[in-house]
């Protein structure tokens, strides 16, 4: 993990997930220590790698529900999260690229679910990809495995943009997050994440609380 400077004052602290990486307490506890030492620095998340993707045959299950609450807590964590995509994105890099706010990619990106005995890994990657996708969309990734471009993953909104200055576009994007109060873009996620599962009625109350926060926040001369 390195701490990343010189975007007109903001500060990012980074973590890389190479996709050929097998999930391991080590990566579970390394994602924690990211969101540990979030504080109101951006994430950055630098994915990828040119090896296949390893399989998931010796891992335990308890290692898999760990692994999946690093996930959740890098996904509600309060500070802005930014994916770097560089080569092929799979295995767990994939599953982190999911759980981010902003994702860059280059043109020779490709993104493929991870594998287990050479089958799709049936984990919350695929309750992630339904959601952000809709179940016809995501069809070809979760049932077979489907390797896609980085300008495919952009038309389906998988990555934000595809640039051949990936640090340029992330210094861009380092700052322009730097600018948001960390507390509040977890609000305005948590509102976005639960929003297909609950109905109007029940989730007005919590917009009606979200929208008082900035009224109070406005009134006081509080700015991010």
């Given at each position: 993990?390195?701490?990343?400077?010189?975007?007109?004052?903001?500060?990012?602290?980074?973590?890389?997930?190479d996709s050929a990486q097998p999930v391991t307490p080590s990566l579970v506890q390394a994602v924690?220590?990211?969101?540990?030492?979030?504080?109101d620095a951006v994430l950055v998340l630098r994915l990828g790698g040119a090896d296949?993707?390893?399989?998931?045959?010796?891992?335990?299950?308890?290692?898999?529900?760990?692994?999946?609450q690093a996930l959740r807590r890098l996904e509600r964590v309060a500070s802005a999260t930014i994916a770097v995509v560089d080569g092929r994105c799979a295995g767990p890099a994939l599953e982190v690229l999911?759980?981010?706010?902003?994702?860059?990619?280059?043109p020779g990106s490709r993104l493929m679910l991870p594998l287990a005995a050479g089958e799709p890994w049936p984990g919350?990657?695929?309750?992630?990809?339904?959601?952000?996708?809709?179940?016809?969309?995501?069809?070809?990734?979760?049932?077979?495995?489907?390797?896609?471009?980085?300008?495919?993953?952009?038309?389906?909104n998988l990555l934000d943009e595809v640039t051949d200055d990936p640090d340029g576009?992330?210094?861009?994007?380092?700052?322009?997050?730097?600018?948001?109060?960390g507390t509040e873009l977890a609000i305005r996620r948590r509102l976005l994440l639960e929003a297909q599962g609950i109905s109007f009625e029940d989730a007005l109350g919590t917009h009606l609380a979200a929208c008082d926060r900035v009224l109070r926040r406005t009134a006081a001369g509080v700015t991010p």
């Open positions: 993990m390195s701490v990343e400077h010189g975007w007109s004052g903001s500060t990012a602290r980074a973590l890389e997930v924690h220590r990211l969101c540990d030492e979030a504080a296949e993707p390893s399989g998931r045959a010796d891992l335990a299950i308890d290692v898999v529900g760990k692994w999946e999911l759980a981010c706010d902003y994702r860059i990619g280059t919350m990657v695929v309750y992630r990809l339904a959601n952000q996708l809709g179940v016809a969309t995501a069809r070809q990734l979760v049932l077979f495995g489907a390797e896609i471009t980085g300008r495919h993953a952009a038309r389906l576009a992330l210094a861009a994007q380092v700052e322009l997050a730097g600018g948001v109060a």
